[in-house]
């Protein structure tokens, strides 16, 4: 009996040795889910209709697979192939980030106008909802699509709240959100500060977007050089890729630490180069 009792402690014990090594831990998942959620809000930001995350995983996946099969039987080299393998799969991340990236520039200078909008509405007496809605008609392009579907869902349901969850989950903007919870706010305690506080807001926003505008024309031609500078080897040897000796050079086990390495290099310098010289972003901190 003490024999089989010791038994079943001793297998539960490699049991959970074993199991900490596959369950992943909370952190982690934690990590995973925030990357997802960025992804997520960064294709909402590209304004790509009907793109989901999956998709735009498989996508890549796909492009990835193609464009190492196509490099395998044009050129004959399998570490070539992964190199520009793996570029090719990662660009349609890239073109999402870089779309989101100057949608939400634009909307960085159309933000004070949808503001001031609503602020004009509140002032001339109208309801939080009314003053939202008309910026389907009065507000800036961009975001008509976002208020509009808005107003037809508040007409619909005529739960206010639950229309601004789903007007923020569609806009996945930071400024959109703090618009949304100020409004939220004076909509659940009241108060006479609300037209004050999207002045304050507005008047922030346009400073902001002014003195992010001269900044990043400054700094425009230090970041399009950088990044020349960390393209243009790889361009080199996709034209060397068509010489037979290239191939059979780093088709070798020294040719693969040379790519290895040099990848290396071109992705701790392109990192450098975002941290040094790109502004930081706004995070969604209400979301």
């Known amino acids: 009996m003490t024999g089989l009792a010791l038994g079943l402690m001793l297998g539960a014990g490699l049991f959970l040795v074993w199991s900490s090594f596959w369950v992943p831990p909370a952190e982690r998942r934690v ?62 991340i890239v073109f999402v980030r870089v779309r989101a990236r100057r949608r939400r520039a634009r909307l960085r200078e159309l933000w004070p106008d949808a503001i001031d909008n609503v602020a004009s509405g509140v002032r001339a007496g109208l309801a939080l909802p009314e003053a939202l809605g008309q910026l389907s008609v009065r507000g800036p392009e961009e975001l008509r699509t976002a208020f509009r579907a808005f107003a037809e869902d508040y007409r619909l349901t005529g739960r206010f709240h639950d229309c601004l969850d789903r007007l923020k989950e569609g806009l996945s903007d930071p400024v959109g959100d703090r618009l949304i919870e100020s409004l939220r706010m004076a909509r659940e305690v009241g108060g006479s500060d609300l037209g ?77 180069m975002l941290r040094i010289a790109r502004l930081p972003e706004e995070g969604r901190v209400l979301r």
Request: with cysteine.
């Open 196 to 272: 004050r506080l999207l002045r304050t807001l507005s008047l922030f926003l346009r400073e902001d977007a002014r003195t992010r505008a001269e900044l990043e024309t400054r700094q425009s031609w230090t970041v399009n050089a950088a990044r020349l500078a960390v393209a243009a080897p790889w361009l080199v040897l996709l034209i060397l890729s068509g010489r037979r000796e290239s191939v059979a050079a780093y088709s070798s086990l020294t040719g693969v630490g040379v790519l290895a390495g040099g990848a290396a290099v071109s992705a701790i310098a392109y990192w450098a």
């Open 31 to 92: 990590t995973r889910n925030r990357l997802r959620d960025r992804l997520a809000d960064e294709i909402v930001q590209s304004g790509i209709p009907g793109l989901g995350v999956g998709t735009l995983i498989a996508f890549a996946m796909g492009t990835f697979v193609i464009v190492f099969v196509i490099f395998q039987l044009v050129v004959g080299a399998a570490p070539l192939a992964l190199c520009f393998a793996l570029m090719a799969g990662w660009s349609p």
